[in-house]
């Protein structure tokens, strides 16, 4: 049995999505499951970046006291796995206590996205680092059976910052099914210039490793743009979306990026993403869609029309490597010959 943890359903993340997507993929492989959910939570990040703090935690509360509850009424067996969305979660501290108390060896897995590892991460500007890489350590080394990781990029920055075992770490992908949000008779034309100025998103959150403040230097530089920053003014992830479909191109000045979701997003609705030539971006996007300074990102933008081409083969591969990703996490454990 497969024992399902999402991330608390946020419109603004894609935790909504990952838990439909994950949930159809475990149906259709003939994966055993079962849905472990925490409480209602008010949808709303009121303080924090990715998620809210105070709300994650009292959420991710309610998801160990239901994974307790199945432990202790005898429902947990060798073999069984916890699969988490998020693994970095308090709650595998609480397994790893109970599975070792108990002498039962039911398996910890899941997908991780950020943490203190990462100079740039939420946890890391807010000082956190002096006590979760204590955490980290204990989690990814000796408690976690496996992780999954969107890109190498990835788990080279984990095991070059925490005492990892690499065998542990497992580059998948992450899922992403574009059908799910882009009409399926969505045209990728060339809108801008005819008739009207050409339309930049930039469909980040407003964080300080995401740098939303180039964005003046850019409109400067760029004066016949229409510049439109998603974050402030689109209330739905159906505006964000239908907003995404209105633009020509998506620009990322972004620090830290384990997989950038955004760009996909911003590629499958129809903007070509321009990416600055790092992180995990160098593994996903053609060197044509990237740039080396602003200077560069300016004179691709001042022709951007010309990189449809590049723009069609990212989403293709992208999508390709989103639809396996599940699939493959799946392919690794039921090959540790896990209950799955």
């Given amino acids: 049995m497969l024992y399902n943890i999402p991330i608390e359903p946020l419109e603004e993340r894609y935790s909504v999505q990952w838990a439909k997507w994950f949930q159809e993929h475990f149906d259709s492989a003939d994966v055993p499951h079962t849905h472990i959910t925490g409480n209602a939570t008010s949808g709303v990040i009121k303080d924090g970046a990715f998620l809210d703090v105070v709300e994650t935690h009292v959420y991710k509360a309610y998801t160990i006291l239901s994974m307790l509850e199945r432990i202790q009424s005898g429902k947990v067996h060798d073999d069984d796995v916890f699969f988490f969305h998020d693994i970095w979660d308090p709650g595998l501290t609480t397994l790893a206590y109970v599975r070792d108390g108990l002498g039962l060896n039911f398996k910890i897995a899941g997908c991780l996205h950020a943490g203190s590892y990462d100079c740039n991460d939420f946890l890391a500007r807010k000082g956190m680092t002096s006590w979760a890489a204590s955490c980290e350590f204990a989690w990814f080394r000796e408690i976690a059976d496996a992780i999954f990781v969107a890109t190498p990029y990835h788990k080279r920055l984990i095991c070059g910052t925490r005492q990892v075992d690499p065998s542990g770490v497992h580059v998948t992908g992450f899922p992403m099914y574009p059908d799910d949000f882009v009409p399926k008779d969505i045209h990728w034309d060339i809108a801008g210039g005819v008739g009207r100025p050409p339309r930049l998103a930039f469909p980040h959150r407003l964080d300080p490793e995401k740098h939303p403040e180039l964005l003046h230097e850019l409109a400067v530089r760029l004066p016949n743009w229409n510049i439109i920053v998603t974050k402030k003014f689109c209330n739905s992830k159906k505006k964000y979306y239908e907003t995404l479909q209105a633009c020509d191109a998506a620009v990322s000045f972004a620090d830290q990026e384990t997989w950038g979701i955004a760009m ?62 599940i699939g493959n996490m799946i392919t690794i454990m039921r090959a540790k010959g896990w209950n799955v």
């Fill in 264 to 325: 996909q997003e911003a590629l499958f609705c129809g903007a070509i993403p321009f990416v600055p030539n790092r992180l995990s971006y160098v593994e996903m996007y053609p060197d044509e869609l990237r740039y080396k300074d602003m200077d560069d990102l300016v004179n691709k933008l001042t022709s951007w029309w010309e990189y449809r081409g590049p723009m069609v083969r990212a989403a293709f591969s992208l999508e390709k490597a989103g639809r396996q990703a």
